[in-house]
């Protein structure tokens, strides 16, 4: 099993930033890929960031690419997101998966998942 924790989530202006981070803990050996994934009440939930650091592939959604970095710690421990120039569009509940290998970004697919933590940007 794997366990996920995310926090770092709150509230700032449009043009901010935030990093939220993810605690992952268990049994990682098997887990290839970390990822963030948000949504909003009423719609699916979608794919932010990805990273496979031991296949080398990162994956970013076209919304965020430019401004979103997902990074890991060297342990593979901590999962990071740093956001900048948020916009109003960006406030979701952001979770943090884990799954054995690279499946794009259907939700379905994804093997773990973290609670949430909630991100408002305000115009």
């Known amino acids: 099993q794997v366990q996920l924790v995310e926090s770092g989530g709150g509230s700032v202006q449009a043009g901010g930033s935030l990093r939220v981070s993810c605690a992952a803990s268990?049994?990682?050996?098997?887990?290839?890929?970390l990822g963030w994934f948000r949504q909003v009440p009423g719609k699916e939930r979608e794919g932010v960031a990805a990273?496979?650091?031991?296949?080398?592939?990162?994956r970013y959604a076209d919304s965020v690419n430019g401004r979103f970095t997902i990074s890991q710690d060297n342990a593979g421990n901590t999962l990071l997101l740093q956001m900048n120039s948020l916009k109003p569009e960006d406030t979701a509940m952001y979770f943090c998966?884990?799954?054995?290998?690279?499946?794009?970004?259907?939700?379905?697919?994804?093997?773990?998942w973290g609670q949430g933590t909630q991100v408002t940007v305000s115009s």
């Open positions: 998966a884990a799954a054995y290998e690279w499946v794009g970004f259907n939700p379905k697919r994804w093997d773990f």
């Open positions: 268990g049994y990682l050996y098997s887990i290839n890929c």
């Open positions: 990273l496979c650091s031991r296949v080398g592939v990162t």
